[in-house]
């Protein structure tokens, strides 16, 4: 089934531990963004990526990294995680051609840090 | 700066009708999206409006002003299964997406 995939799906964590969350998607889609979503607020983006090989800092990059050595993989890592960073993050994907504009989602991954 | 307006919540009766409204500032304007997120989901996309007027898609209606910087999200015959977040985003200048806190949708029997 064509889409995108998150791991894990629910992590706790320690602050000060190093996390990375893994997106893959299938779809060959050359756009991919990584988005944290907080109660009362909107999504904010953290890193973008246009396309393999070049990525982007967003609203709240700070404290986050990415890559982007494929087209299919974009994984967000925290060096060193803080209580402020739990939140729920969400990978998307954007594809070419009709419908370019339209952003699919992963399922998310919830992080708590204490 | 760039700024999405829409209501936290909004309650409705199954059957009814009911608008959830957006209003946006963004340098630049290339479209405006409402996805629907239900609870501990991600977001499905629903509609994308870059014209003004009304597009409808089934029992859901998207409808867009450029000149107001306004739209509006009409939903018709609720179900109980439309309870919900609906999440209004526009696109600014470089194509990046201005997302809205969310207008929690509460449908009642």
């Known amino acids: 089934i064509a889409g995108i995939t998150q791991a894990p799906t629910s992590q706790i964590l320690a602050a000060g531990r190093r996390m990375t969350l893994r997106c893959t998607q299938d779809?060959?889609?050359?756009?991919m963004y990584w988005y944290r979503q907080d109660l009362g607020l909107g999504l904010r983006l953290i890193h973008y990526?246009?396309?393999?090989?070049?990525?982007g800092k967003g609203e709240v990059p700070d404290g986050y990294s990415v890559s982007r050595a494929n087209t299919d993989d974009f994984p967000l890592t925290l060096a060193s995680a803080v209580p402020s960073q739990t939140s729920v993050y969400f990978c998307a994907s954007r594809g070419q051609g009709a419908g370019a504009n339209v952003l699919t989602f992963g399922a998310g991954s919830r992080l708590t840090v204490l | 700066g760039q700024n999405i307006d829409q209501p936290t919540e909004m309650t409705a009766t199954e059957g009814a009708i009911v608008q959830i409204n957006c209003t946006y500032q963004?340098?630049?304007?290339?479209?405006l999206f409402w996805y629907q997120q239900h609870a501990g989901e991600a977001p499905t996309f629903l509609s994308y409006?870059?014209l003004d007027g009304l597009e409808e898609k089934g029992r859901f209606s998207s409808f867009l002003s450029r000149s107001k910087g306004y739209s509006y999200l009409l939903l018709k015959e609720l179900q109980m299964k439309d309870s919900a977040s609906y999440l209004c985003a526009a696109v600014d200048s470089n194509y990046q997406l201005i997302w809205g806190a969310g207008t929690k949708l509460i449908i009642k029997p």
């Open positions: 990526s246009n396309t393999a090989g070049t990525t």
């Open positions: 963004t340098s630049g304007f290339n479209g």
């Open positions: 779809m060959r889609h050359n756009a």
């Open positions: 409006n870059v």
